[in-house]
């Protein structure tokens, strides 16, 4: 992958490496966007499978439509998958979505934006059938950013206790929001 992936969350380097595993799942020789999208809604926790969420579409109903949409191969992969050229383009916009916002680190709702930004793909033609257009997903992911503290521009670096932040209150944002 050409984009260094120091500035990725823990999260999103996830839903890179459940990409690849979802596409040796299905027989697949290459990594494409319907492979992000799954990645994405297996990090339940990232922000942007709580887009999905809040725009209802859940993960099953995701898996669904990508497998119905691309099948499976017909032969086992053994070897490594590659990216498609639109996948790769899909993680340099995530990456320009992020510096465009003047985050220090690009997460799953970067991932999200840079699927809906390219436009074209299975990825995005699942998510308008299942009724969230590019737009949809571009407004709430800047309402639920606006709303999140931690988000708000500032860099949000791999965390060694992932566990404590999943399951932790951050008391400091707690004390300065009221």
Known sequence: MAENLDRFTKRARRVLTV???EARKL??????????LLGLVA???GVAMRVLR???ISGEQVRNAVERTVGRGTR???TQPTLTPRTKRVIELAVDEARRRGHHYI???HLLLGLVREGEGVAVDV??????PPEAIQDQV???LKETPVHAGKSRPASNTPTVDQLGTDLTALAESG
Do not use: Q, V, Y
């Not at 027989?27 to 992000?36: A, D, K, L, M, Q």
């Not at 998510?127 to 969230?132: D, E, K, P, V």
């Open 127 to 132: 998510l308008r059938r299942l009724g969230a």
């Open 27 to 36: 027989n697949h020789r290459f990594i494409g966007t319907e492979h992000i």
């Open 142 to 144: 800047d309402r639920i």
């Open 19 to 21: 990409a690849g595993d």
């Open 107 to 109: 997460g799953t709702e």
């Open 76 to 78: 086992p992969n053994f």
């Open 43 to 45: 990090e339940e926790g």
């Open 54 to 56: 809040e725009l209802n």
